[in-house]
């Protein structure tokens, strides 16, 4: 059975930070491309940031400078440190895992921005 499931998140003021972590099993971890996406009330799922495999990184562009995705395969774990937070960055971040056509979604970690 995989599983990915995403902790820290929370409520953190404006120019805080968080970082996100994803624990995944049931795949074999180091063969996925990995990534963060992030869905406010009324809006679409959108990419935060993606990790390939092999280590190659994207960033959304509101992100970029701010946002870190790193991973660690010997933990199975993909990570999002996020720097300079901003109030429009208040959603639900989700996890994804990719391998060809077999994809893995988590059920999230709320991140609330707000004085």
């Known amino acids: 059975q995989v599983q990915l499931v995403e902790s820290g998140g929370g409520l953190v003021q404006p120019g805080g930070s968080l970082r996100l972590s994803c624990a995944a099993s049931?795949?074999?971890?180091?063969?996925?491309?990995m990534g963060w996406y992030r869905q406010a009330p009324g809006n679409e799922r959108e990419l935060v940031a993606t990790i390939t495999r092999r280590g190659y990184i994207t960033y959304a562009d509101s992100v970029k400078g701010r946002f870190t995705i790193s991973r660690d395969n010997a933990e199975n774990t993909v990570y999002l440190q996020m720097n300079s937070l901003k109030p429009e960055a208040a959603a639900v971040y989700h996890c994804h895992a990719k391998n060809g056509f077999l994809a893995y979604w988590g059920q999230g970690t709320q991140v609330t921005v707000s004085s």
């Open positions: 049931g795949i074999i971890f180091r063969v996925y491309d």
